[in-house]
């Protein structure tokens, strides 16, 4: 059996149920996400990496000793802890110390102090392949005795290359260093 049809009240506009065109939901969903993307609701991975030789990221930290506060600080000048930065270099020297199990390389612009890594590197990079070391700077902070003093450490550094609960320097992970043709 058929329901009976009410009556309508003339008073009363009966609104119809229309279906909205697939375009104007696309578009207002671009217009949406367009604004979101705008006022930074979104992470759109364009930020800016800073792209860096060793030389240069190195000239770029700054380290202070203040007797009188016990402290020794070292940060940069123009990164946070958080960003993420490219050393790209070219490697100028490279020695695999088999007893340890880890490589240091050398770079172009600023020899004489290596940078360590796990394990062997000789069979991946050779002398004069330009890289990219890919980390992130972390800001960690300690007590350390120098002296038989009690001095406070805050310092940035890679943190690829940190061992936080040791607060010390540890070689890098190999998956961070890798071969640019740029």
Wanted: some cysteine.
């Amino acid at each position: 059996m058929i329901p009976p049809l009410k009556k309508r009240d003339n008073k009363k506009k009966m609104i119809s149920k229309k279906r909205v065109p697939a375009q104007i939901v696309s578009l207002s969903i671009l217009c949406i996400g367009g604004m979101m993307l705008n006022c930074g609701c979104l992470d759109d991975n364009t930020e800016e990496i800073p792209v860096m030789t060793m030389r240069e990221n190195v000239n770029d930290y700054v380290e202070k000793t203040d007797n009188t506060t016990k402290s020794i600080s070292g940060d940069y000048k123009s990164l946070n802890s958080g960003d993420k930065i490219i050393i790209r270099d070219t490697i100028s020297k490279s020695i695999h110390d088999q007893t340890a199990d880890v490589t240091y390389i050398e770079f172009e612009s600023f020899t004489g102090y290596p940078v360590v890594f796990q394990g062997d590197l000789s069979y991946k990079f050779q002398l004069g392949d330009m890289v990219d070391l890919t980390v992130h700077i972390l800001t960690v902070s300690f007590f350390d005795i120098i002296d038989n003093e009690t001095w406070t450490v805050t310092l940035e550094t890679f943190k690829e290359g940190w061992d936080t609960s040791d607060n010390s320097l540890v070689p890098i992970p190999q998956k961070y260093l890798t071969k640019t043709n740029r």
